[in-house]
T-cell receptor, first 120, second 109 residues
Framework: GAVVSQHPSWVICKSGTSVKIECRSL??????MFWYRQFPKQSLMLMAT?????????EQGVEKDKFLINHASLTLSTLTVTSAHPEDSSFYIC????????????????FGPGTRLLVL | QKEVEQNSGPLSVPEGAIASLNCTYS??????FFWYRQYSGKSPELIMF????GDKEDGRFTAQLNKASQYVSLLIRDSQPSDSATYLC?????????FGGGTRLMVKP
């Protein structure tokens, strides 16, 4: 259980285009979804946290007009990189939270497989 | 001081040995602790979580938590070359999951 998918897994695009990445929780409803970015040989960097039906909360230094997040349902969140530039090339990973787990009282995050973006 | 600290490594152990990965955290109110494994070029996968002081075992993996000393560790018994990866410690505090920088483990045949 607790499978998270991402689509696409690879994107190569020209500078100036917009790229949309989808994140889906396949077998559970995710109260919260998270978007991370990871540059080569660096640790995960949280970009934003999104709750279904409300505006995303962005981390300091992340431009919300550049990285548009839509969390339309309990199983789908999208990240759109608008007017992508070469410096946006990175590994984008979403995760979905199961919320409080019955009997455990603790939240667990499950990660999608990631989307590798290359902007030429 | 970072909220969650890990030695970046690489930690090199021979095949069959016990690998010990450590993590310290600064928020004394943290309640939940997670270990993720990340292979190169892949996204993290959850190995196990722990929220009570003491040890929790799952197969070859044992998580150890000491809230008084604010550290959590992961032991991998009978290490295999396939265990070579970066191990991320994550801590839930203030309703946020905060990741350490990860420790790179290399298991040599």
């Amino acid at each position: 259980g607790a499978v998270v998918s991402q689509h696409p897994s690879w994107v190569i695009c020209k500078s100036g285009t917009s790229v949309k990445i989808e994140c889906r929780s396949l077998d559970f409803q995710a109260t919260t979804m998270f978007w991370y970015r990871q540059f080569p040989k660096q640790s995960l960097m949280l970009m934003a946290t999104s709750n279904e039906g409300s505006k995303a909360t962005y981390e300091q230094g992340v431009e919300k007009d550049k990285f548009l997040i839509n969390h339309a349902s309990l199983t789908l969140s999208t990240l759109t990189v608008t007017s992508a530039h070469p410096e946006d090339s990175s590994f984008y990973i979403c995760s979905a939270s199961t919320g409080l787990v019955a009997g455990l009282g603790q939240e667990t995050q499950y990660f999608g497989p990631g989307t590798r973006l290359l902007v030429l | 001081q970072k909220e969650v600290e890990q030695n970046s490594g690489p930690l090199s152990v021979p095949e069959g040995a016990i690998a010990s990965l450590n993590c310290t955290y600064s928020d004394r109110g943290s309640q939940s602790f997670f270990w993720y494994r990340q292979y190169s070029g892949k996204s993290p996968e959850l190995i196990m979580f722990i929220y009570s002081n003491g040890d929790k075992e799952d197969g070859r993996f044992t998580a150890q938590l000491n809230k008084a000393s604010q550290y959590v560790s992961l032991l991998i018994r009978d290490s295999q070359p396939s265990d070579s990866a970066t191990y991320l410690c994550a801590v839930v505090g203030r309703n946020m999951l905060t990741f350490g920088g990860g420790t790179r483990l290399m298991v040599k045949p």
